[in-house]
């Protein structure tokens, strides 16, 4: 009678262990897929947050561009105001359009306007390299996103694989 007892306890205790075991993989494969599944959510919400900040600062460097070209176009006129008064003071007849005051004046115009245009230009392209690295953090959120999505559905199924596998060595024991 004793070793019946003792073998319907063995069996019990080992019934017990089985299950726990699985119980014990089934919360892993649980929690690894959680984990994977968040990891990729907050990797997608940085990546959203530095594509966001990347077009704050486009926004803002077109708008310094205005600014500056702006600037450049208020000095270039205060400067051939000067030269004006300088010419004239002079004598130098800033009327006559084939004289050399107005060759002065048409060059400072012409190169200052080329200063101007290259002051739009330049916070143009920075504008663009920073519309590009919001691009391509919009895309690293969508990869983040998928990657936590694969990588939850990969812990799930390796989880249950590894169940399965401890589920049938306990039906065979």
Do not use: H, P
Request: charged share 15%; hydrophobic share 40%; glycine share 8%.
């Amino acid at each position: 009678m004793c070793v019946i007892t003792t073998a319907v306890a063995g069996t019990t205790t080992a019934a017990v262990l089985a299950n726990t075991a699985i119980a014990s993989s089934i919360l892993a494969a649980g929690l690894s897929a959680y984990g994977s599944y968040q990891s990729g959510k907050a990797q997608a919400a940085q990546a959203e947050f530095q594509a966001k900040q990347a077009n704050a600062n486009a926004k803002a460097a077109l708008e310094e561009g205005r600014v500056a070209e702006a600037q450049q176009r208020r000095k270039v006129a205060q400067t051939m105001g000067t030269q004006r008064a300088s010419l004239a003071a002079s004598g130098a007849d800033i009327s006559d359009m084939n004289s050399s005051a107005q060759n002065i004046l048409g060059d400072t115009a012409q190169w200052g306007d080329y200063d101007a245009r290259m002051i739009r230009y330049n916070s143009e392209m920075q504008a663009w390299n920073y519309q590009n690295q919001g691009t391509q953090y919009a895309a690293q959120a969508k990869q983040a996103s998928r990657a936590g999505a694969i990588g939850a559905g990969t812990s799930l199924l390796q989880g249950a694989s590894q169940v399965a596998g401890q589920w049938y060595n306990y039906k065979k024991a």
